[in-house]
């Protein structure tokens, strides 16, 4: 019996003590696998990931897939891949501000359709986004600050988002379709103009004058050909006249022959 609770004990300790080094290595691999500079917390009850600040010039890969708050702000990231949040089923809210982001692949959101309740791209290099980026999203969004060039497609893309009210003045044309509007709020343009119909108006009158420049280049053509074939007729008929008619050559003969 002592043997059997000398043995005993010592198996408890030592799967303790396997335990705790278990605990530890799993502890050391997660906070090294983490980019420098961010770190895994619980604030106000949610789990949040924060990687602001961190010289970061991509998504991070092996972000908590339980995280329900993204800071990704004050970095350089330039780019969102298709499905770059898809291990993240919990996310609500996502922080890109303050980026370098010029471009964000088609599907890039398309896995935080239900769960994602704000979106931050405010301060990053936006100039035009296809509305299909934000296609299934619910999300409150952000988009001030962007160099954006105010056209149809920027139009559709308000149109389809829900803004975050106190950032809709911040959406402001860094260039337009038309100067006159560039440098003004966007919101402000488009209750003066619909930058759709303004394109289409504008493809319209382009089409009209390339059709024109193609009808004047048929007629011209035509011109040149009939004229071109009224000469060669002119000289043709003028070759014809110059030869000896049949009737001449006729009366010569009869002259030769009564000559004879």
């Known amino acids: 019996m002592p043997l059997a609770n000398w043995f005993l004990r010592h198996s408890i300790a030592m799967w303790l003590l396997l335990h705790s080094f278990v605990l530890i290595a799993l502890c050391f691999h997660s906070a090294?696998?983490?980019?420098?500079?961010?770190?895994?917390?619980?604030?106000?009850?949610?789990?949040?990931?924060?990687?602001?600040s961190a010289q970061l010039t991509e998504i991070p890969k092996d972000i908590p897939n339980d995280t329900n708050k993204l800071?990704?702000?004050?970095?350089?990231?330039?780019?969102?891949p298709s499905d770059a949040?898809?291990?993240?089923?919990?996310?609500?809210?996502l922080d890109l501000s303050h980026n370098a982001i010029a471009r964000i692949e088609i599907g890039a959101f398309q896995s935080l359709s239900e769960s994602l309740h704000s979106l931050d791209l405010s301060s990053n290099r936006l100039v035009t986004v296809n509305s299909e980026v934000f296609s299934s999203l619910k999300a409150r969004m952000n988009l001030s600050g962007n160099p954006w060039l105010c056209d149809c497609m920027l139009q559709e893309l308000i149109r389809q988002v829900e803004l975050d009210p106190a950032s809709s003045s911040g959406i402001v044309c860094n260039t337009a379709v038309q100067e006159e509007y560039a440098n003004k709020p966007f919101?402000?343009?488009?209750?003066?103009?619909?930058?759709?119909?303004?394109?289409?108006?504008?493809?319209?009158?382009?089409?009209?004058?390339t059709m024109f420049g193609w009808f004047a280049m048929v007629i011209s053509y035509l011109i040149h050909y009939v004229r071109q074939?009224?000469?060669?007729?002119?000289?043709h008929l003028e070759y014809l006249?110059?030869?000896?008619?049949?009737?001449?050559?006729?009366?010569?003969?009869?002259?030769?022959?009564?000559?004879?």
């Open 85 to 93: 949040f898809r291990s993240l089923p919990a996310l609500m809210e």
């Open 71 to 80: 800071f990704l702000d004050f970095n350089q990231i330039t780019f969102i």
């Open 32 to 52: 090294t696998t983490f980019p420098k500079g961010c770190y895994h917390a619980e604030e106000d009850g949610y789990k949040t990931f924060r990687c602001s």
């Open 229 to 235: 074939n009224q000469e060669d007729a002119r000289r």
């Open 241 to 260: 006249k110059s030869l000896p008619s049949k009737q001449s050559r006729s009366e010569e003969s009869s002259t030769i022959s009564t000559v004879v």
């Open 187 to 209: 919101l402000q343009v488009v209750k003066d103009v619909d930058l759709c119909n303004l394109y289409k108006k504008t493809t319209d009158v382009a089409m009209l004058v």
